[in-house]
Each structure stands twice: as C-alpha cells, then as structure tokens.
C-alpha cells in the first residue's frame, strides 16, 4: 500500500542534502521544533527520516548514519511525549 503524505518533510531533506550534512541536520532541527506537538505530522517526519536512511544506504554509508542518527532521535522523542491515542496512532503508522 503506497503511503500518501500531507507534508514536504521528504521533499525538505532532498533540498538540504544538496548543501551537505550540516544542511540536514539544520532541516532535522527546525522540523522538531516546529512539529514535536503535531502526532501527524511528527509521524510523517519520523518515516521521512527513516526513507531517507533507506536511500542513502547504498549510496553513501556516511550520509545514512546521519539519517539513522536523527531517525533514532526522533522515534524515541516520539516515544517519550506521544502517550494513549497518539501514541497509539504512532505506533501503528511506524509499524
């Protein structure tokens, strides 16, 4: 089942990778704080981040470290402030 997205998140990354790694990391930051109390799209930017570790896998090992890094970040922040329903909701969109 293809998965429809209501935010830029993916399309956000693809930008930032053109100015480097220091440029991911400064999307990955402004996307938290702007969205950590949203469980949508948090959601949303959490599976971006781990789509992006899945395409930079063979690509290059180093680029997906980072997005492994921050995917880790982002899923237990997520973990720790979601709680009943919208933890729920997480989880089973995560799966």
């Known amino acids: 089942m293809e998965r ?3 935010t830029t998140f993916y399309e956000d990354f693809s930008m930032a990778e053109m100015f480097g790694k220091e440029a991911i990391i400064d999307t990955y930051k ?3 704080s702007e969205w950590s109390s949203d469980i949508k799209y948090f959601t949303e930017f959490v599976v971006a981040l781990k789509h992006k570790l899945w395409d ?6 180093k680029v997906a470290r980072l ?6 970040e982002a899923d237990s922040l997520a973990l720790e402030i ?3 329903k919208d933890k729920e909701y997480y989880l089973r969109e995560t799966d």
Not at 56 to 61: A, N, T
Not at 67 to 72: F, Q
């Open 4 to 6: 429809e997205f209501k």
């Open 30 to 32: 402004r996307c938290l």
């Open 56 to 61: 930079w896998y063979e690509k290059d090992i």
């Open 67 to 72: 997005y492994d890094k921050l995917w880790r």
């Open 82 to 84: 979601f709680q009943g």
